[in-house]
Structure formats: structure tokens, C-alpha cells
């Protein structure tokens, strides 16, 4: 499985970035699929999911300002992430929700600051 999220770059507070995640050697349509993120000197956590019934769910520090979706065509799913806080810089990863592949991929940087 080969796990390719880009669209990070530094923001400013209140901005916006679409992140994107690019999927291969699965059967994208049929898997579940979570956005996860992991801030300098702390652990990765759960940003945001989609399920293979576009069912989605986010974690309570997102809630309402992200966005997730997926676009089976492309095997491609996405994170749109308005009103960026400080608390948002991290390194973003995708990877199967709840039970995540082994690789993780590079992951993309977001980096909220003024």
C-alpha cells in the first residue's frame, strides 16, 4: 500500500489548506480511511475519518472546522481545514481508520503561524 498526502504549507491563523491523500495497492472504495496527525513532541493522533459508506467522524478538536471527504474515483481522499489555530501544526498522515496500515507514508506538514 503506498499512502501519498500533500498539501501542506504555512498558514497564517484563520486560513485555510486543503490537505490531499493519494492511494494505492488497495481497494480505496472498500476501505475506510482517517486523517492523523502528529504535533511536535507529541504522540499522532485521530484527526478525522471516512468510511466506505461516507460515513465520517472528527475529533473534538477539529469539529466544525474540518472537513473530510473522498472521491472513490480518484482514490483520493481529502481534509479541508478552515479556521487553522496555532494548535493545528503538526505533520498530517492518512492512513486506514481505525486499523492503519503498517507504512505510514512522509505525511505533509501544516504550519499555522503568524
Known amino acids: 500500500v503506498q499512502l501519498q498526502a500533500y498539501g501542506g504549507g504555512l498558514v497564517q491563523p484563520g486560513g485555510s489548506l486543503r490537505l490531499s491523500c493519494r492511494v494505492s495497492g488497495t481497494i480505496f472504495s472498500a476501505t475506510d480511511m482517517g486523517w492523523y496527525r502528529q504535533a511536535p513532541g507529541k504522540q499522532r493522533e485521530f484527526v478525522a475519518r471516512t468510511t466506505q459508506t461516507n460515513s465520517v467522524g472528527y475529533a473534538d478538536s477539529v469539529k466544525g472546522r474540518f472537513t473530510v471527504s473522498r472521491d472513490n474515483a480518484k482514490n483520493t481522499m481529502y481534509l479541508q481545514m478552515n479556521s487553522l489555530q496555532l494548535e493545528d501544526t503538526a505533520l498530517y498522515y492518512c492512513?486506514?481508520?481505525?486499523?492503519?496500515?503498517?507504512?505510514w507514508g512522509q505525511g505533509t506538514l501544516v504550519t499555522v503561524s503568524s
Open positions: 492512513n486506514r481508520w481505525p486499523s492503519a496500515f503498517r507504512q
